[in-house]
């Protein structure tokens, strides 16, 4: 495999940690459902998908959640509470800084949501430091669809073996491995770093 041109990073559980039960925990006191109720009507929900495909505003998302939840705070509120969830992986970060000082081009790849991208945009200085961005609640699809990879493709300019791509999910490696990308499955920060160790990095 040739040396690749350009790094593609998935977001959650690579770059930052997250955790919805902290959600669903943090609206106990303003819902009027079970919390686990709350927690099954947001990770991997329906709704979540509606929303992260771009198929529902922010304000049509925060509706339908205060009908399935009786949440009764504001959509400021909300926000904070919903948005709040993540904590940086560091060892991730410092290797995005690594490629970044050697002038490398890197890109988000993410299946997220305007709240999400907002909350992680204001709190981590090292999001800021990306090429571009290639979001499933813009592109109207979600890994592992074909139409999201052709966005990165059309977004890197690249194709094939020079994508270098890391992602925590073995069906969203699949399919770009599958393109011919050079797929990573990050299970920890030691494994892929001794990974891209043996590519160059
Ligand atoms: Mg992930």
Known sequence: MPKPEVVVFDLGKVLVDFDYSIVANRLKSRASVPLEDVAARLDQSPLLVAYETGRMTTPEFFAEVKRLTGYNGTLEEFAVEFGDIFAPIDEMIA???????LGFPTYIFSNTNELAVRH???????????????????????????P?????????????????????????IAAGAARGWQAILHESPAKTLAVVGELGF
């Open 148 to 172: 999201i990879y052709e966005a990165v493709e059309a977004m890197t300019g690249r194709s094939g073996g020079a994508i270098l791509y890391l992602d925590d999910k073995p069906e969203n």
């Open 95 to 101: 290797f995005h800084r690594r490629l970044r000082e």
């Open 120 to 146: 992680i945009r204001s709190t981590y200085p090292f999001f800021s430091g990306f090429d571009g961005y290639v979001y499933s609640h813009e592109v109207g699809h979600m890994k592992p669809d074909a």
